[in-house]
């Protein structure tokens, strides 16, 4: 099994199901302090943090979790993406009022986890250099973490992960070529012992990417 995006935090009380007093929810400054590691994520320019909320029950979809801040200025809902990607509003002002965090899920059933992933490039063409930028400031990342399936992990490669919409791939271009073609699940994967940096290649995208993930190995 590939270890591709590597864990920084982990909660698992987030709910509590409709209609239950909201004693039960759990406390916004709970959530916010799980999820410091995004924010510590955030400074590096080549990272991109990713909160996931996804159910330990079988069945339960991501689209199927609803999440809603119950701020005294009015209810403030929380998307859940298909792939269970959430982002989390964090203000001054939140954290002063500390509003319960309610979810229409059977109370312990989600689990809230934070990864670091590289930044999308908006360009086909990517110089290797750029995506090794972000390897770097991953491991730099890692060896500040104590905690989780992140602490002290050296990335290996890069995880490239396309959308279901149809055939992708990725070439790494130096003076010869290597095509990878993504897999039925969309993914493909570029290790640094494949690279030559002293050839400066560049990844040439068949299609925009959804996310590149720091890959640890397995």
Do not use: C
Request: glycine residues 8%; charged residues 20%.
């Amino acid at each position: 099994m590939r270890k591709t995006s590597v864990l920084l935090a982990l909660l698992m009380p987030l709910s509590v199901a409709a209609g239950e007093p909201t004693s039960g929810a759990t406390p916004y400054l709970a959530l916010y302090q799980v999820l410091a590691p995004a924010r510590s994520i955030r400074a590096y320019d080549h990272l991109l943090a990713i909160e996931r909320v996804e159910s330990k029950l079988p069945g339960v979809r991501a689209q199927d979790i609803r999440i809603t801040i119950r701020a005294r200025g009015g209810a403030i809902a929380v998307p859940v993406a298909a792939d269970g990607s959430v982002d989390f509003p964090a203000s001054d002002e939140l954290q002063a009022e500390n509003p319960a965090v309610e979810t229409n899920q059977p109370k312990g059933s989600l689990m809230l986890t934070v990864h670091a992933a590289l930044r999308v490039p908006d360009s086909l063409r990517v110089p290797w250099s750029e995506v090794d930028a972000g390897l770097r400031q991953a491991e730099e990342l890692f060896a500040k973490t104590s905690e989780g399936s992140a602490a002290n992990a050296k990335p290996r490669g890069v995880e490239i992960l396309f959308d279901g919409s149809g055939p992708a791939s990725v070439t790494l271009a130096g003076k010869s070529e290597l095509l990878l073609q993504a897999g039925a699940d969309g993914r493909t994967l570029v290790t640094r012992d494949m690279v030559v940096e002293s050839e400066r290649p560049v990844l040439v995208f068949s299609r925009r990417p959804y996310r590149l993930s720091p890959w640890v190995g397995d």
